[in-house]
């Protein structure tokens, strides 16, 4: 069965730290990746996505994807965080339907 | 260009009571999709439509869930009779063409449901 699976689910960082959210996924054939962000009060987001192609994908704000098809991974990372990135992160990935799976989401807070 | 219109924002309705949401979505956008997301867990997609045609409603449970598309713009999503586990934040999110995988989906603000 398709699956997306996020190994963090509450991260507490300070701003300026480095920050990689893991992602791994399990679809047979081809898949299509999203990162999606919920600010708080606001609508889920995409931070960034793949389809195909170069694996590392960059996205807004700074933020960086890189596609490991060996590890079945997806990991978002940024070099450093701001206060302003404390918000809700989501995986997620589709095959040729269009339909999402979302993983289960990771809260991550940024200390000022 | 406006984003994906949703109401009512919150409900609260106590169990075995009817409730319907409206979405709306961006102008000319042919995909729609209707999620529910628990609290603590990912958005599980409910019913996707092209147009006016269901493309997977696999996860929609059919014995209190109803949705439409009539005319292949706007939808609603309704649940008759509500049970408590129904209490969820409900998205609308559409994309501008086939559902091919690859798109970008836009999402709704959401209607966060509350069952008593």
């Known amino acids: 069965a398709q699956s997306v699976s996020q190994h963090n689910h509450h991260v507490i960082l300070s701003e300026a730290a480095s920050l990689e959210l893991g992602c791994n996924y399990s679809?047979?054939?081809?898949?299509?990746l999203f990162w999606y962000v919920q600010y708080p009060g606001q609508h889920l987001q995409l931070l960034l996505k793949?389809?195909?192609?170069?694996?590392l994908v960059k996205g807004i704000k700074g933020f960086e994807a890189e596609f490991i098809k060996s590890k079945f991974s997806f990991n978002l990372r940024k070099p450093s965080v701001q206060w302003s990135d404390t918000a809700e992160y989501f995986c997620?990935?589709?095959?040729?339907?269009?339909?999402?799976?979302f993983g289960q989401g990771t809260t991550l807070q940024v200390k000022p | 260009e406006a984003g994906v219109a949703q109401s009512p924002r919150y409900k609260i309705i106590e169990k075995r009571q009817s409730v319907a949401f409206w979405c709306n979505p961006i102008?000319?956008?042919?995909?729609l999709y209707w999620y529910q997301q628990i609290l603590g867990q990912g958005p599980k997609l409910l019913i996707q439509?092209?147009?006016?045609?269901?493309?997977?409603d696999s996860q929609l449970p059919k014995d209190r869930f109803s949705a439409e598309r009539l005319k292949g713009v706007d939808s609603t999503l309704k649940i008759q009779p509500a049970k408590l586990e129904d209490s969820a934040v409900y998205l609308c999110?559409?994309?501008?063409?086939?559902?091919?995988?690859?798109?970008?989906?836009?999402f709704g603000p959401g209607t966060r449901l509350l069952v008593l």
């Open positions: 999110a559409s994309s501008p063409r086939d559902s091919s995988g690859g798109e970008t989906q836009y």
């Open positions: 679809y047979g054939g081809t898949v299509n």
């Open positions: 793949y389809f195909s192609g170069d694996p």
């Open positions: 997620a990935g589709s095959s040729n339907t269009g339909k999402l799976i």
């Open positions: 102008s000319g956008h042919a995909t």
């Open positions: 439509f092209q147009n006016n045609g269901v493309v997977d």
